[in-house]
């Protein structure tokens, strides 16, 4: 049974930094990840993605040279943590962060890797708001 559980977010104002984490067990070793955000008002959108192996990694144009996202593997298969360091904050980036994970390997620049009904797992989410 897999379970994502999210942490880090918080208040900053514009130009701060976050890093976000979020804590999966349940044998997502081999899965496939992801960040995903919800703005106020808005539709859940696509922030980061990467591979089991962590060696490629997609990214929204709003978020490119931004945010980085990355996994550390425990020894343990069935635990490992997803990152999101996020960097030069905008107002814009104020929205609710949820990390997302699915046992499906995605061709390279397929479009699954972007959209949100390809992930089967999601964590309860975490709020991120920048201020002044």
């Known amino acids: 049974q897999v379970q994502l559980v999210e942490s880090g977010g918080g208040s900053v104002q514009p130009g701060g930094s976050l890093r976000l984490s979020c804590a999966a067990s349940?044998?997502?070793?081999?899965?496939?990840m992801a960040w995903f955000r919800q703005p106020p008002g808005q539709e859940r959108e696509f922030v980061a993605a990467?591979?089991?192996?962590?060696?490629?990694?997609?990214?929204?144009?709003s978020v490119k040279g931004r945010f980085t996202i990355s996994r550390d593997k425990s020894r343990d298969n069935n635990k490992g943590t997803l990152y999101l360091q996020m960097n030069s904050l905008q107002q814009e980036d104020t929205a609710v962060f949820y990390c997302?994970?699915?046992?499906?390997?995605?061709?390279?620049?397929?479009?699954?890797?972007?959209?949100?009904?390809?992930?089967?797992?999601w964590g309860q989410g975490t709020q991120v708001t920048v201020s002044s």
């Open positions: 997302a994970a699915t046992p499906d390997w995605f061709l390279a620049d397929s479009p699954n890797w972007y959209s949100a009904s390809h992930y089967n797992y």
């Open positions: 349940g044998r997502t070793f081999s899965y496939t």
């Open positions: 990467i591979d089991w192996s962590g060696d490629t990694t997609y990214y929204a144009d």
